[in-house]
């Protein structure tokens, strides 16, 4: 028997310190999805409606458009009148989207390091720079949140300066499944991830900046791979071999 799982503080509290513009539907959406990726409500537990617009003291429509979002995503599967129940999502199925991801992430920043302008070089450098405070200790406010807003960014400049629109949809289809922000889970408290993530980041901001497409391929599919094998060793350590 699964119980439904007590998110309302929890939830609350990010959906306050959350600056993103996006509508509460989504903030919702993404805080549930943090979660479940980082086991915190767990494969199979179901989530009621109620509950949650009661917990968060908002009415249903967003908490049943966020549903209907993370249903869309496979994350859940939502069964009539009985709430949205919490889907498998296996080490095997990170890595095996990961694969795609690092294809078409290293395709983008090959595009990105032909086509970035000036603006967007810009971008880009604040981004690093973002990084760098966040992993130094310089930065202020939550440290989850600064550097998902600086990963955030410094990955949707290269897509954007990629200047393919097929290859962005592409891109954010395997984001909203599987989005950049979860691999903070596996770095929290291992300064060492941390130095090395932003190490690579640092190397593909240099190719893309220096125009060496083939540099900036390498390095952000080397990345993804890298942050993918973090997330997937992170869920196995943590929730022990599945059946």
Known sequence: MHLSVDLGEAVSD???RDGSGASLSHRVAETLQRRIVAGEIPVGSWIRHSAVAGELAISRTPVREALRILAERDVVTIVPNRGARVNDRSPSDIRQAGQVRAELEGLA???AAARIDDRLSRRLETAWDRFRQVVDGAAEGDLAQEWAAANEEFHSVITEAA?????ALSIA???RRLPHN????AYAGNSRLLVRNLSEHEGIATAVLDG????ARELMTAHI????EAVAGWLERSSGPRR
Do not use: E, T
Request: proline residues 0%.
């Open 14 to 16: 990010l959906l306050a």
């Open 109 to 111: 920043a090959q595009l």
């Open 163 to 167: 200047g393919n629109r097929f290859l």
């Open 173 to 175: 289809d395997l984001r």
């Open 182 to 185: 979860i691999s903070f889970g």
């Open 212 to 215: 060496d497409g083939v540099r």
């Open 225 to 228: 791979h890298a942050s993918i």
